[in-house]
């Protein structure tokens, strides 16, 4: 029989009842439905294939094909029901194995979430981390899905214009990155043929001309637009970002928002929001009479502290049931007040439960 309840060690699987028993349900991506890539399965066991399958064999024989054929005629690897996994850094006698990074970029969804404006500077952030320094640990099915998934991000900022200045810091450190494995340490720490890293190497050049040749066309707005509004209510808007690099080209516009892009006071609340809770910047208090030059302060502090991150929407982590996950669509989770287990994760931090 099986398990009906809820098991904080696993949520378990999907079962069906059937005249010879209960099976296993095995899911795939929506993508197979489709009728265009519809799988006859009684040709699979008819009687032109010589009998070699009866049975069970016939079934599992066709599950491998719907699986081979859903991973040869899409470019994701393998779409999971649930979207979130259970991570672990040792065996038990429950669990066998581990969770590693490769299998958390296919189990967490990543493609979907890129759709999402609120997670998309969150997994663009994590994949330029990933370009950085675990881009060798990765499985050779996880780096193929990880440039699948960076594909869809380029495709994503060409179509919409969302973000271009993130997704081209991504790019030059991924190439970065190659180009040292390929050329200075070698292929012996990299997975596959060396040739294919170099076809990957020319991908991303092409996909950074790509990106400096957009043209982000210009919206024809016959309603009020940002520089209509009254002066104070664009300060107001420009104390709501956080990134220096906005408020520079923002202020680049028009000579009025060049004026508000340089008031001392809107780079020194950036000043406190980056860096105030760093030691050395304790003592960084928003006054109204003082001769320092704010903007000048917040490019040295740049140099030595890291920024403080601030995302629409992040990765979660159960500490009662150790799963992973998208907040919007939930885990089963066993405690009796789940809220007071969530823990957001940053980037960093997605990075660092993966390190054994």
């Known amino acids: 029989m099986p398990f009906l309840g809820k098991d904080w060690r696993s949520p378990g699987w999907s079962w069906t009842k059937t ?8 899911f795939f991506g929506h993508e197979l439905e489709d009728n265009n890539r519809e799988i006859v399965l009684k040709e699979l066991c008819n009687d032109n294939n010589d009998n070699l399958f009866v049975g069970d064999v016939c079934e599992l024989a066709t599950t491998k094909r719907k699986k081979d054929f859903y991973n040869n005629n899409t470019k994701s690897q393998f779409v999971f ?18 969770c590693t990074l490769g299998e958390a970029l296919n189990r ?12 998309f500077n969150y997994v663009a952030k994590l994949f330029q981390l990933i370009a950085r320094s675990q881009l060798t640990s990765l499985s050779g099915a996880a780096q193929k899905n990880y440039f699948n998934i960076l594909e869809k991000i380029v495709r994503k900022v060409l179509e919409d214009h969302y973000n271009p200045r993130l997704v081209k810091e991504l790019l030059q450190d991924l190439s970065s990155t190659l180009h040292s494995l390929t050329i200075h340490v070698g292929r012996c720490v990299l997975v596959g043929n060396v040739n294919i890293w170099l076809c990957r ?3 991303i050049v092409k996909w950074q001309q790509e990106l400096n040749n957009m043209q982000i066309p210009k919206q024809m707005c016959t309603g009020m637009s940002f520089s209509d509004l009254p002066l104070h209510m664009q300060n107001k808007i ?14 680049q516009a028009t000579p009025t928002l060049h004026i508000l892009s340089e008031n001392r006071t809107l780079w020194k609340k950036l000043c406190h929001f980056h860096f105030s809770d760093k030691p050395f910047c304790n003592n ?8 320092v030059d704010w903007k000048l302060m917040y490019f040295n502090l740049q140099k030595h502290y890291p920024m403080r991150e601030q995302y629409g929407d992040t ?9 992973l996950f998208w907040k919007d669509f939930g885990h089963p989770c066993t405690a ?11 980037p960093q931090h997605f990075i660092d439960l993966f390190k054994f």
């Open 315 to 323: 990765l979660h982590f159960c500490k009662h049931c150790s799963i």
């Open 336 to 346: 009796n007040d789940p809220d007071s287990c969530l823990m957001p994760i940053s």
């Open 81 to 98: 029901r649930d979207k979130w996994i259970y991570v672990q850094k040792g065996s038990t006698k429950e669990r066998h194995g581990y």
């Open 238 to 251: 420009l104390l709501k970002l956080s990134d220096a690099c906005d408020i520079i080209n923002l202020g």
């Open 284 to 291: 960084l208090v928003l006054t109204k009479s003082d001769n």
């Open 108 to 119: 967490l969804d990543f493609s979907s979430a890129i759709q999402d404006l609120r997670r």
């Open 201 to 203: 190497l020319e991908t």
């Open 19 to 26: 005249e010879h028993g209960w099976k296993r349900m095995v």
